[in-house]
């Protein structure tokens, strides 16, 4: 998942100025998706809380190749948006929810263990993600390096259920 996210902050508005947008279509999607990042992340942790982390986290982890795929696909500055506001929502909602659920799964004695691998995979994700990027979006183009980024992300969700059933707790509530 942090492979391929936060590519989209930096490069997105280049690519919405190569499809013929101008600088002010590229910040709104920019907006857009900051946006959707910020106010999307209480609301839905609160109603986490409610319902079970497992049950936000994994639409999020829908949501974030969608939002990138609706991005590689291009088209008009509502298409843009449409697509910064979903993948906003995605990532903004599933950072917040999956520290929660992590840290509610695991033993207070290896909390600190456990956030600091997080930390370490987004950061690495991030890095690795930018020089990534930067390679396919010189050699493909922008459309395709964010429709390979929307396919990377989607491996996301069965990885998350392959170590949630091999390492997680077995009850539903988290």
Not at 9 to 20: E, N, S
Not at 151 to 170: E, M, N, T
């Amino acid at each position: 998942m942090f492979l391929s996210v936060f590519q989209i902050f930096p490069i997105a508005p280049f690519h919405i100025i190569d499809l013929g947008g101008s600088t002010f279509a590229s910040g709104s999607g920019l907006l857009s998706a900051g946006g959707a990042y910020m106010t999307s992340f209480l609301p839905e942790r609160r109603r986490a809380e409610g319902i079970g982390y497992k049950r936000i986290f994994i639409p999020c982890l829908v949501f974030i190749p969608i939002g990138l795929s609706l991005l590689a696909l291009g088209g008009s500055r509502v298409w843009m948006v449409l697509s910064a506001i979903i993948f906003g929502v995605g990532f903004g909602t599933a950072y917040p929810v999956f520290v929660a659920y992590i840290m509610q799964r695991v033993d207070a004695s290896r909390r600190g263990a456990a956030f600091g691998a997080m930390l370490a995979a987004f950061d690495t994700g991030i890095g690795t993600g930018s020089t990534m990027m930067g390679w396919l979006i010189q050699r493909m183009g922008f459309a395709n390096a964010f429709g390979v980024a929307a396919g990377i992300s989607a491996f996301a969700l069965p990885y998350f259920f392959i170590a949630d059933r091999r390492f997680g707790r077995r009850d539903e509530s988290a």
